[in-house]
């Protein structure tokens, strides 16, 4: 068990609907990452979040929306779904400080219908 | 922009022996990190072993160790004596030292799918 935890761990959703994503990341963990991966697209980083303030962009569409809040879970929202947004989304938490390791959830399956 | 690549898709392992798998990365960076991750049927990720592109020493952890070779951009991960839990998704991937700890997202190949023979 990495600490963080993911919610829900499976969706099934209809395209055009729009889905909120839960993380809350490890104890004391500061940095909240973003993971989409899909078969063809492998693992793409989505966003950062440090302390509640937006960090780093990746391949993040403007579909996708995320935020930290005060007790430092995260939450990623996807709107107008797609067929192809189809695919699991994992959060990764890291320490405050300096630190190499990033510690990851255990996903959530999107299925778009 | 760093990439990082792993030429097999697959591969596949007699339980008990050993096996290599490669990964080349390309950045124009001089300090960095990089990892092989894992991950089983379960889809959690696990980290297996790091890197610090600043030491010369090839990282170990048990049966796992590592040949970095930062000149070639080279970073193959191996597995000794291989067991029937080693049978999964592996991930070569880069993490930027330059912004320090509070930023810094991981870059990761394709994977490999690793399978163990009994």
């Known amino acids: 068990d990495s600490g963080v935890t993911q919610t829900p761990k499976h969706l099934i959703t209809a395209t055009g609907q729009r889905v909120t994503l839960r993380c809350s990341p490890r104890s004391g963990d500061l940095s909240v990452y973003w993971y989409q991966q899909s078969l063809d697209q492998g693992l793409q980083f989505l966003i950062q979040?440090?302390?509640?303030?937006?960090?780093a962009k990746g391949n993040i569409l403007e579909r996708f929306s995320a935020q930290q809040f005060p007790d430092l879970h995260s939450e990623l929202n996807l709107s107008s779904l797609e067929l192809g947004d189809s695919a699991l989304y994992f959060c990764a938490s890291s320490p405050r400080g300096f630190t190499t390791e990033a510690f990851f959830g255990q996903g959530t399956r999107l299925t778009v219908v | 922009a760093q990439t990082v690549t792993q030429s097999q898709p697959e591969m596949s392992v007699q339980e008990a022996e050993t096996v290599t798998l490669s990964c080349t990365y390309d950045?124009?960076?001089?300090?960095?990190?990089l990892f092989w991750y894992k991950q089983p049927p379960s889809r959690q990720m696990i980290l297996v072993i790091r890197?610090?592109?600043?030491?010369?020493q090839n990282a170990t952890e048990n049966r796992f160790s590592v040949n970095f070779q930062k000149a070639a951009k080279s970073f193959s991960l191996k597995i000794s004596d291989s067991q029937l839990g080693d049978a999964a998704m592996y991930f070569c991937?880069?993490?930027?030292?330059?912004?320090?700890?509070?930023?810094?997202?991981?870059?990761f190949g394709k994977g490999t799918k690793l399978s163990v023979k009994p």
């Open positions: 991937a880069y993490r930027s030292a330059l912004y320090g700890g509070s930023q810094g997202n991981l870059i």
């Open positions: 950045t124009s960076e001089s300090d960095y990190y």
């Open positions: 979040y440090y302390n509640g303030e937006e960090r």
């Open positions: 890197q610090e592109a600043y030491k010369q």
